[in-house]
């Protein structure tokens, strides 16, 4: 075997030489090419396969063989981040990999505020300097902007082209503060927009949105995928990413800032206005992603006591950071809460006014981690629990996240299970708020026990013979086909007795903790005045559903209201308001973050909650 080979992946085409003996999804890496996986390679998701058509590979593994069977692996299907180049090989890349996402933030679900940015822009004409005026340029142009921030300084480069700008054309010009520092002044002709960036970064999906700071419209979303998601589906798995490659955290850092900076790129693109007009970003992320965006050691965040290294808000230029805008521009990070519930926490808040309500409510954050919020109208609690990524599609057989043809609702019609599909599309999985339904129609109809089995279709007696004939399988290989061959380009979507495990897991955790908050502050759920689902489907959830699997405390179901992406919304008014800025900050100070998830009261809640209703 030579020391190196050579691997090409189609269709793009894309090459790779690395030493013999790499797996197939480190050489991806290298060719550039993004495989999926939400195990961090560890051979259990089954998300990264690949077609192998030529070329030396090693032979299968124990983990393949088990995950995808004889008939798959002959011909040609392996898991890349099991399979070794032993020679030059040749990889087809599924079409499936690389989806896109379809979640953005629709403007009108953000609430309006009085428009005060951190960014301010004034159109002035500046007195000339006289004989009997000798004040310095900027002295002038200081003096002359009424209601100007205290302490108004400029930056050297601003400076240095002051003395021109002023004079181009008859001390006619736009100046650009940015806080307390002008950091941009130019002749009016040249006036430019001012624009600024709201980021989420998600651990699966990521989301720009560009806003005019002059009008506080919102101009363009750009949305995509967390690139990380190639080193597994949750936060644990990207810390020990970063833990166990010497530039581990690099690697990750690179990888999430590049492909924001190409979510800037692409708005600014489709708003026709150039990078340096973007003079502020706001960034909001659990504590995880936003140590990683800023560099900082993750690796505390994962061993106990689960430390931060700051839960501050963090304010600094974009040239430090690689963002790409004005180099001059301001990035603030909104401060986070704890090392499980981050900086989206807290834009979650901000965007519902959690804290700003007379009545209690219960704010969810449904994503790879459960975070929650209790305003019981004196006290902010917080809590987060390890939900796992069910939700979002990993270790779900069918799992993937909410793009075309994904089952996004299943119901009853007629004496057959329905179920609908993005865009409408074949359905090519199922995605969280499918299971949701998939999960409350398949209790409904006793096909699921309260324990979580799922029973063979012949006893139960209601069910009719449509039905009945979904079920296959025995015991824990036992399955229900959500949508046949005719419905999915001939890949029948099933979901798997093993996937209602996951579930249960997950939904039971949500609950334990809700539960348990509500108790801490003497509530009872009929005292919540509502219950917000935020995350990627919370406008898409059924609240019948979640109430029938028990995923949240039993409140009307008109009291369950989804609030959308709302740690988007939280970036968005951050930007465009200080006061805002200043809430979330106080939002950070007054939460009181309550350790749940490893005290013997939540296990025994967790297994009490593990029971269907
Ligand atoms: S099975 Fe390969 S990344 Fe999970």
């Given at each position: 075997m030579s020391d190196y080979v050579t691997v090409t992946f189609e269709p793009a085409g894309a090459k790779a030489k690395v030493p013999a003996g790499t797996n197939l999804y480190e050489a991806a890496q290298q060719a550039g090419v993004k495989i999926s996986g939400s195990c961090g390679g560890q051979g259990t998701c089954g998300k990264c396969q690949v077609h192998v058509t030529g070329g030396m590979v090693s032979e299968p593994a124990l983990q393949e063989v088990e995950l995808l069977g004889a008939p798959l692996i002959e011909r040609g299907t392996r898991l890349a981040c099991q399979t070794q180049l032993l020679g030059n090989a040749v990889v087809r890349l599924p079409s499936a990999q690389g989806a896109v996402v379809r979640k953005a933030l629709p403007a009108e679900s953000v609430r309006s505020v009085p428009l005060a940015p951190n960014v301010r822009r004034y159109d002035l004409k500046i007195p000339a300097a006289r004989l009997d005026d000798q004040r310095s340029d900027f002295q002038r142009l200081a003096e002359a902007i009424t209601e100007q921030p205290a302490n108004l300084t400029a930056t050297v480069q601003c400076l240095r082209s002051l003395a021109t700008a002023l004079r181009a054309e008859d001390q006619d010009v736009a100046i650009t503060a940015v806080g307390s520092q002008v950091v941009d002044v130019r002749p009016a002709l040249e006036r430019a927009p001012c624009l600024g960036v709201a980021v989420d970064i998600g651990t699966s999906t990521l989301a720009v949105y560009l806003v005019d700071l002059e009008t506080g419209e919102h101009l363009v979303t750009a949305a995509g995928q967390?690139?990380?998601?190639?080193?597994?589906?949750d936060v644990i798995s990207r810390i020990q990413y970063a833990n166990s490659h010497p530039d581990g955290l690099t690697v990750l850092r690179d990888d999430v800032l590049t492909a924001i900076n190409q979510l800037i790129r692409q708005a600014v693109e489709e708003a026709g206005a150039a990078l340096a007009d973007v003079y502020e970003a706001t960034i909001v992320g659990n504590t995880c992603m936003h140590h990683i965006f800023l560099g900082?050691?993750?690796?505390?965040?994962?061993?106990?006591?689960?430390?931060?290294?700051?839960?501050e808000a963090v304010s600094t230029s974009a040239d430090r950071l690689g963002l790409q805008m004005n180099p001059r521009g301001n990035v603030f990070c909104l401060p986070c809460i704890a090392g499980f519930v981050g900086a989206d926490t807290v834009g979650v808040i901000v965007a519902s006014e959690l804290t700003r309500r007379d009545r209690p409510t219960l704010a969810v954050d449904i994503g790879t981690n459960g975070e929650i919020a209790l305003w019981s109208g004196e006290r902010l609690l917080t809590t987060s629990c390890a939900a796992g990524p069910a939700f979002e599609g990993?270790?779900?057989?069918h799992g993937m996240r909410a793009a075309p043809g994904a089952i996004d609702e299943v119901f009853v019609n007629g004496d057959d299970l329905a179920v609908h599909t993005i865009d409408d599309q074949p359905a090519r999985g199922i995605c969280g708020s499918g299971l949701f339904d998939a999960t409350a129609v398949l209790l409904e109809l006793g096909l699921i026990d309260t324990k979580g089995h799922m029973v063979d279709g012949g006893s139960c007696g209601t069910l009719s013979d449509t039905v009945a004939g979904r079920v296959a399988g025995e015991a824990n290989e036992r399955r229900v086909v959500l949508a046949d061959a005719e419905q999915s380009a001939n890949n029948p979507i099933v979901l798997t007795q093993r996937d209602v495990r996951e579930i249960q897991l997950a939904k039971s955790a949500i609950r334990a903790s809700t539960e348990m908050l509500l108790e801490i502050v003497g509530l009872k759920p009929d005292d919540l005045d509502e219950v917000l689902i935020a995350g990627a489907f919370g406008n898409f959830i059924n609240p019948a559903s979640a109430l029938r699997m028990g995923l949240?405390?039993?409140?009307?179901?008109?009291r369950i209201v989804g609030i959308g992406n709302a740690a988007g919304a939280g970036a968005i008014l951050t930007l465009v308001s200080r006061h805002e800025r200043d809430y979330a900050r106080q939002v950070a100070e007054t939460a009181e973050h309550i350790e749940l998830f490893r005290s013997s009261d939540f296990q025994d809640r967790f297994a009490e909650y593990m029971i269907f209703p």
């Open positions: 967390n690139p990380q998601t190639q080193f597994g589906a900082l050691e993750p690796r505390y965040l994962a061993e106990s006591p689960y430390v931060p290294v700051t839960t990993a270790q779900i057989h949240l405390p039993e409140v009307p179901e008109g």
